[in-house]
C-alpha cells in the first residue's frame, strides 16, 4: 500500500514557477515508478510528466516539455514537479500518483492516487 500526499501548489503569475512536492508512505514507494497528471474541471485527467522508480528515465507531455522537471528522492520518499515559465493553460488540479510496473501516459497504469493540489496560474 502507498499514500501519497502532494504540496506546493498555490497561485503564481504567468511566467512564475512553483515545485509541487509528492510525500509517499512506505518503503515501497522507492520500487514504484511515478507520474504526474492534472485536470480541469470538465475535461479528463491529462498526463503530465513520469519517472522511472530509480530516476533514470523520464518523460513528459509534449505541452510542458522544457518548462517542468520530474524527479524523485528515494531516501526521502518523495517526488517533485518543478515548473518553470508557467502558462495560465497549466492551471487544473495536479496529482501525483504511483505505479508497481511501467510508468507512462495511461491513468490505468497507476495503481494509487493523491488527494491533488490546485495550480493558478493568472495571465
Known amino acids: 500500500q502507498v499514500q501519497l500526499v502532494e504540496s506546493g501548489g498555490g497561485l503564481v503569475q504567468a511566467?512564475?514557477?512553483?515545485?509541487?512536492?509528492c510525500a509517499a508512505s512506505g518503503r515501497t514507494?522507492?520500487?514504484?515508478?511515478?507520474?504526474?497528471?492534472?485536470?480541469?474541471?470538465?475535461k479528463e485527467r491529462e498526463f503530465?510528466?513520469?519517472?522511472?522508480?530509480?530516476?533514470?528515465?523520464?518523460?513528459?507531455?509534449?505541452?510542458?516539455?522544457?518548462?517542468?522537471?520530474i524527479?524523485?528522492?528515494n531516501?526521502?520518499?518523495t517526488?517533485?514537479?518543478?515548473m518553470n515559465s508557467l502558462k495560465p493553460e497549466?492551471?487544473?488540479?495536479?496529482?501525483?500518483?504511483?505505479?508497481?510496473?511501467?510508468?507512462?501516459g495511461n491513468p490505468s497504469l497507476y495503481s494509487y492516487w493523491g488527494q491533488g493540489t490546485q495550480v493558478t496560474v493568472s495571465s
Do not use: E, N
Not at 15 to 21: A, F
Open 48 to 69: 503530465v510528466a513520469a519517472i522511472s522508480w530509480r530516476g533514470s528515465s523520464t518523460t513528459y507531455a509534449d505541452s510542458v516539455k522544457g518548462r517542468f522537471t
Open 75 to 77: 531516501a526521502r520518499y
Open 29 to 42: 514507494f522507492t520500487s514504484y515508478g511515478m507520474g504526474w497528471f492534472r485536470q480541469v474541471p470538465g
Open 15 to 21: 511566467g512564475g514557477s512553483l515545485r509541487l512536492s
Open 90 to 104: 497549466d492551471t487544473a488540479v495536479y496529482y501525483c500518483a504511483a505505479a508497481a510496473a511501467r510508468v507512462g
Open 71 to 73: 524527479s524523485r528522492d
Open 79 to 82: 517526488g517533485y514537479l518543478q
